[in-house]
């Protein structure tokens, strides 16, 4: 597998650096890759802009930084602004339903928008937005089985909240699976 | 002597450079930690404030950076393995206790997590700025060991190994990470404690009353005493005899200042900790360590790419710095490429070494990592 460079951007607070541990945790601990994650957050603790770089792939990484996109998840505007013209052509992009408004479009994206608000709002607690969109983002990137990402949340998220997390992993993946298969042009 | 499992989180953990740093202690036995947290090394002080009380260690938010190195060395005294953490500010305030640490022979560890600098600089950004100052940035003769993790694993395999080299040395051991390390999140995988072997502390087999703390072995290295143990023994950062009190003659200054700076010297090729990759009938050998060693990779593997020869030797230890090993390779070479994270300091010491070899600095005043672009055209520029 060739290097995939990802970036998760949202607001503080939202944990998109805990969703890049995850993926990161997942692909390096339990798919038997390589990951690299660096993390850049403004210095207030929640509302500024927060993104997390990482770099999966089956060789060894050496530059630690993402260059150009392969993938992008944003949870809020600030971030689609800023992150998307990175996005390499035909490169995976994720938005936010409610929160991220893909203006202007990248053309030729293969763009999926997960509800993650309301979904977590189904669930009761808005705060596992971030666990739903790894969820969606895990079936959707086909980088990982779910197994690999599951144990990762499991590993991630504090103690007692495990049941939570857990349903809106599988609540966003099956999300992100019937998205995919809604947009077989694009898989 | 294997490490104590108590402190071994055996495993594959996926943490940052600074957590690693952090087990790395942990593993070695270290059970003291007197800090003044600072962007961006806090992480590291944050995990030891959680996980030493759990094994019976120590740690004290101190109130500022002296208080912090000099409280170590009373803990190593008193019998504890201990080190402190910081960044550029802090490591400015550090520098008359690493002279301490030196004068004393005090086995201890320091952890720079580097930011750009002068002065406040760069918070929570990376460099490589401070390695001149690790190396003379106290007052006085002397040498200390410092060592260059590149990743989240060599935080604990280095933070680790400074422990061993302290205790075998008896010098403060300089871990000197920056911020792109320190945040950086990795695979980091811990050995089994069965698999750390630890230098023990050289206990002195002499009875109270025959005691000399600071004569040395016949690798110029004393032996200490256990605190509470009825021995009674006078230290100080003066100039001193064997039995460590002050002596300021220039017979005993001449004695002490060459037994501190031999103990190092002499040990420089058992020191050495390099990797080499393509160095054998290079033409450019680029020099370099930490974060740079691997922005590296990517132009070392494009100037191959179309033919070049070109080696990359990755300092992991920097001080003593490896000039026997540079004076060897620079006969055989075109040049040497020394990128770094600072405006050119351990470029200096190639030059001091490289003979009739050209070499070419790549200097970066910090805040991000070199473009491996840059460091690609300096190396096609060397040998051209």
Request: proline fraction near 7%; include cysteine; charged fraction near 20%.
């Amino acid at each position: 597998m060739a290097q995939t460079q990802i970036r998760i951007g949202g607001f503080g607070g939202q944990g998109v650096i805990l969703s890049g541990i995850i993926i990161g945790r997942a692909a390096a601990i339990h798919a038997g890759l390589n990951a690299t994650l660096v993390q850049s957050f403004g210095p207030e603790a929640r509302g500024s802009s927060s993104s997390a770089e990482l770099i999966v792939s089956s060789e060894p990484i050496w530059y630690p930084y993402v260059k150009h996109l392969d993938m992008l998840v944003v949870l809020s505007q600030d971030a689609y602004n800023k992150f998307s013209p990175a996005l390499r052509p035909r490169g995976l992009l994720v938005t936010e339903a409610d929160l991220v408004k893909p203006e202007p479009p990248i053309p030729g994206a293969r763009h999926f928008v997960v509800p993650a608000t309301r979904l977590a709002e189904e669930l009761g607690r808005k705060i596992v937005l971030n666990i739903i969109s790894v969820g969606f983002f895990g079936a959707v990137s086909q980088l990982m089985p779910l197994e690999a990402i599951e144990r990762a949340v499991k590993e991630s998220v504090p103690p007692g909240t495990l049941d939570l997390n857990l349903k809106a992993f599988r609540k966003g993946w099956e999300a992100g699976e019937q998205a995919l298969k809604q947009a077989p042009a694009m898989a | 002597m294997h490490a104590d499992p108590a402190g071994v989180l055996t495993g594959a953990h996926f943490l940052d450079g600074d957590h690693a740093a952090c087990e790395g202690a942990l593993a070695a036995e270290c059970r003291f930690v007197a800090g003044y947290p600072i962007t961006p090394s806090t992480e590291v002080v944050e995990r030891i404030a959680q996980r030493f009380p759990l094994v019976g260690g120590v740690f004290i938010q101190m109130e500022d950076e002296l208080a912090s190195s000099i409280a170590i060395a009373g803990a190593v005294w008193g019998g504890k393995r201990a080190m402190t953490v910081t960044s550029g500010p802090g490591f400015s305030l550090m520098m008359e206790h690493v002279g301490f640490a030196v004068m004393t022979e005090t086995p201890c560890v320091f952890i720079n997590v580097q930011r750009g600098g002068p002065s406040t600089g760069l918070p929570t950004l990376p460099a490589q700025a401070d390695m001149m100052q690790a190396r003379w940035g106290s007052h006085g003769d002397y040498e200390i060991i410092a060592l260059s993790p590149n990743s989240p694993q060599e935080c604990f395999d280095l933070t680790f190994k400074a422990f061993n080299l302290a205790e075998q040395y008896r010098v403060p051991v300089l871990v000197m990470m920056d911020e792109c390390v320190g945040h950086m999140m990795e695979r980091v995988v811990i050995p089994r404690a069965e698999e750390l072997e630890i230098y023990p502390r050289r206990w002195t087999k002499a009875a109270p009353g025959e005691y000399l703390p600071f004569a040395p072995g016949e690798d110029l290295v004393p032996a200490m005493a256990r605190a509470g143990q009825g021995y009674r023994f006078h230290m100080t950062g003066l100039t001193h005899n064997e039995r460590g009190y002050p002596d300021m003659s220039v017979a005993a200054q001449a004695r002490l200042v060459a037994r501190l700076t031999d103990k190092i010297r002499k040990n420089a090729d058992a020191l050495q900790d390099v990797v080499e990759d393509g160095v054998d009938g290079a033409d450019v050998v680029v020099v370099c360590y930490g974060i740079t060693s691997r922005v590296a990779l990517p132009a070392i593997e494009a100037c191959r790419a179309s033919g070049l020869k070109v080696g990359w030797l990755r300092l992991r230890t920097v001080w003593p710095f490896p000039e026997r090993l540079i004076r060897d390779l620079a006969s055989g070479l075109r040049a040497f490429v020394v990128p770094e994270l600072n405006m050119g300091q351990i470029v200096r010491e190639v030059e001091r070494c490289a003979g009739a070899a050209r070499v070419v600095g790549v200097p970066h005043a910090g805040g991000t990592v070199h473009d491996p672009a840059v460091i690609e055209r300096a190396i096609r520029e060397a040998v051209r």
